[in-house]
């Protein structure tokens, strides 16, 4: 199986490696990246380095894993709000906010997972970057997709606004810059919706 820059390897899991990225997901997302390394990640989860290394590879794959388990969670985890709002676009673009409060309180206390990642691994070389930078690729097409809908003469400007108010409330809720930063941009991109 080839890897290429949208489509890194990725692995097979076993029940040892589903542990393992678990520990190592939660280790990372609460540490940072470079802050873990496969010694802590094999004592939390039970398991031997011999395991990871059979399993993974490298450290680099497990950080592949970590973000594109993360990635298709948070897409899965989308997909049945905006399918629960139906067609409208504006509902859609709302309900994208309202997934990510939702998601955030559950999952992301400290902030989007890829906004963190791509702090520590900003190499394009990186076998993870393409899930980070395709994960929010992935969302300005979304937002592309509603805003042709709803402002098809201004499109791609009004795609660009809402992912920005998109990311700079992820941004600003992992910092704990002011409360309820989501809920704030999903006003203002209410009110920016004609």
Partial sequence: ?????????????????????TAAGRLF?????????VDLISAEAGVTKKTLYDRFGSKEQIVVEYLADRDERWRAFLAERLDAVGPDPRESVLAVFDASR???????????????????ISDPAHPAHPIITG?????????????????????DATARTLMLLHEGALVAHGLGVFPDAIAQAREQARLLLP
Avoid at 5 to 11: D, G, L, S, T, Y
Avoid at 29 to 37: C, D, L, N, P, S
Avoid at 102 to 120: K, L, T, Y
């Fill in 1 to 21: 199986m080839g890897t290429t820059a949208q489509n890194p390897r990725r692995i097979t899991m076993t029940p040892a490696a589903r542990r393992a990225l």
């Fill in 29 to 37: 997302y609460e540490r940072g990246i470079h802050a873990v390394g």
């Fill in 102 to 120: 939702a998601w955030a309180e559950e999952f992301s206390p400290r902030g989007c997972s890829m906004v963190n990642a791509h702090a520590e």
């Fill in 135 to 155: 994960q929010k690729r992935w969302m300005l097409a979304l937002f592309t997709r509603f805003a042709e809908e709803i402002t098809p003469a201004t499109a």
